[in-house]
């Protein structure tokens, strides 16, 4: 049971609005970041080597540090982490500063806030359920769709035209900047403990930790499946992210203004979907949404490979789409965890689902670098784009996902004591 109350809630409200401030900033160094890239190299390649040292510290340390999130201090995690991260930026802005940019350099550089994401993303996640009520569960995971869209409409926005009146080194003290507005409500609020003195009666095993992570992701009904389907779905998405820059460069001859019209559009989508979330209270049927959500995602990656040379417009209409699914798709996924895994769990279970669903990116972006020098950007949108129509067929006609109902409360106690 959540031990969140309105004292909690209002300390995690404070906290959040510290968060998108950072998060501003990591969004306008990400765009402009990717963009130096793309137009240093055109190589689609080194976008995908990009996207996958960024993603492997995530992968592989998630489920490790996932362990220790539950029993360390979760906001002296949440500091360190966003410490570090703002110290790997001035590593960056010194790179650029003294003209040393190497592409590897950056490359490698910027995976290392990968590393601090594999402790500050599921540490986030894992303190929601115990500082928002129940009832408040959905729609606050929708209203922060909602803001974090709006965040990543500012960041490429805002990224592009520095980009044009700045040097990079100058535009990445923004990143740092925002960390130092973003730790003032986090030093200011209290983030409770879960179970602590449960945790502390506990050996100390990171194995048998591990175990129960799993486990807990195998009994709660149909959450293994739909994970599995999560990550082939994300898989199958890595063209569009990771190639997009060079679709609109190489392809369209477009620049970073045309770039960022295209994501502040993909935002709009975020945004429109989030606004939909939130207005809903409860989804009576959430294995139907999530899987109807990628069909309708599908429409939205044939139009972008599809779009007249230039029609930037068309490409973000297709991009709106896709991303419009993405809050449906993943607040549900999100609340089915919350509400159905016990909070001292937590950690452990989402830095698991994270690593399994995220698992898939860094090959992901590496086949996409690959076939997309090979066959081309435009064909590999139209093949993954097919083989996402074939993976929600073959997900709903041949496993029981459709027959689980998430609208009744799951025994998350008895998962528990079975897995200790």
């Known amino acids: 049971m959540s031990i969140a109350t309105p004292t909690t809630f209002r300390s995690y409200l404070i906290f959040w609005i510290g968060q998108l401030v950072s998060l501003l900033g990591s969004s306008v160094i990400h765009f ?3 963009w130096w890239i793309t137009v240093v190299t055109g190589d689609p390649n080194l976008l995908g080597l990009t996207n996958f040292f960024g993603m492997l510290p995530l992968i592989v340390l998630s489920p490790i540090a996932g362990v220790f999130i539950d029993r360390w201090n979760r906001k002296l995690i949440i500091l360190i982490s966003d410490f570090m991260q703002a110290l790997i930026t001035f590593w960056l802005l010194l790179v650029f500063f003294f003209n040393v940019e190497e592409v590897f350099l950056v490359i490698l550089i910027n995976s290392l806030r990968g590393v601090c994401q594999a402790f500050h993303f599921p540490t986030i996640k894992a303190i929601i359920p115990i500082m ?17 869209g709006l965040v990543h409409i500012a960041g ?6 520095l980009n044009q009146i700045f040097s990079i080194h100058m535009i990445l003290w923004v990143d740092i900047i925002t960390f130092f507005i973003a730790v003032i409500p986090l030093i200011l609020i209290k983030i409770p403990h879960v179970s602590e003195s449960k945790v502390k009666r506990e050996s100390f095993s990171f194995l048998k930790d591990l175990k129960v992570g799993f486990k807990v992701l195998k009994e709660v009904p149909g959450l293994l499946i739909l994970v599995i389907f999560i990550s082939v779905i994300n898989f199958l998405g890595q063209p569009f992210g990771v190639l997009l820059p060079l679709l609109v460069n190489s392809v369209h ?7 960022a019209f295209i994501m502040v559009l993909m ?7 989030a606004v939909i979330t939130s207005l809903k209270k409860d989804w009576k049927n959430r294995v139907f949404l999530i899987t109807g959500c990628v069909l309708l995602s599908v429409v939205g990656y044939v139009l972008s490979a599809i779009a007249p040379i230039g029609a930037f417009y068309i490409i973000g209409i297709g991009g709106l789409i896709r991303a419009g699914t993405t ?3 993943n607040t549900n996924f999100l609340t089915i965890i919350q509400l159905h895994v016990p909070p001292e769990k937590q950690g452990k279970v989402m830095s698991i689902v994270v690593s399994l669903a995220w698992a898939v990116i860094p090959p992901g972006s590496l086949v996409a670098g690959f076939l997309g020098g090979a066959m081309g950007i435009v064909p590999l949108y139209l093949t993954f784009a097919g083989l996402e129509l074939l993976t929600v067929i073959l997900t709903l006609s041949l496993t029981n996902i459709r027959q689980v109902k998430y609208d009744t409360v799951y025994d998350v106690k008895e998962v528990s004591e079975n897995s200790n």
């Open 32 to 34: 402009v970041v990717i």
């Open 132 to 148: 928002i009520p129940k009832e408040k569960l959905s729609r606050m995971n929708a209203v922060d769709y909602l803001f974090s």
């Open 156 to 161: 490429p926005a805002i990224g592009a035209v």
């Open 253 to 259: 001859f477009g620049d970073e203004l045309d770039l």
């Open 267 to 273: 935002q709009i989508g975020m945004i429109s979907g």
């Open 327 to 329: 809050p449906l798709i």
